[in-house]
């Protein structure tokens, strides 16, 4: 059993930037990829960026060049290193993370991006 809590979240001018972050505690040893989904309002949830146990990353291409994730596995936290943000970037963000056999979300932490 995982649990995930993010945090960082807030309201940024477009072009500044925000450090998200996703605490695990639980069963971490478990946890093999992480990642970062956002949701807009009227769209549906999409992934923004993803990171294997071994450290590989991929990313959504509407924030390729813009965000960058990681982890340490010394505090059992993934980050979202959020960069010249727009007002497209608004969601609510959530931390995903997955053993061999399930997936965990947090509650999830509000974005937005001012014009």
């Known amino acids: 059993q995982v649990q995930l809590v993010e945090s960082g979240g807030g309201l940024v001018q477009a072009g500044g930037s925000l450090r998200l972050s996703c605490a695990a505690s639980?069963?971490?040893?478990?946890?093999?990829?992480m990642g970062w989904y956002r949701q807009a309002p009227g769209k549906q949830r999409e992934l923004v960026a993803g990171?294997?146990?071994?450290?590989?990353?991929n990313y959504a291409d509407s924030v390729k060049g813009r965000f960058k994730i990681s982890r340490n596995n010394a505090n059992n936290t993934a980050y979202l290193q959020m960069n010249s943000l727009k007002p497209e970037d608004t969601a609510v963000y959530y931390c995903?993370?997955?053993?061999?056999?399930?997936?965990?979300w947090g509650q999830g932490t509000q974005v937005t991006v001012s014009s």
């Open positions: 995903n993370a997955h053993d061999a056999a399930r997936y965990y």
């Open positions: 639980g069963n971490i040893r478990s946890i093999a990829d």
């Open positions: 990171i294997t146990l071994s450290g590989s990353t």
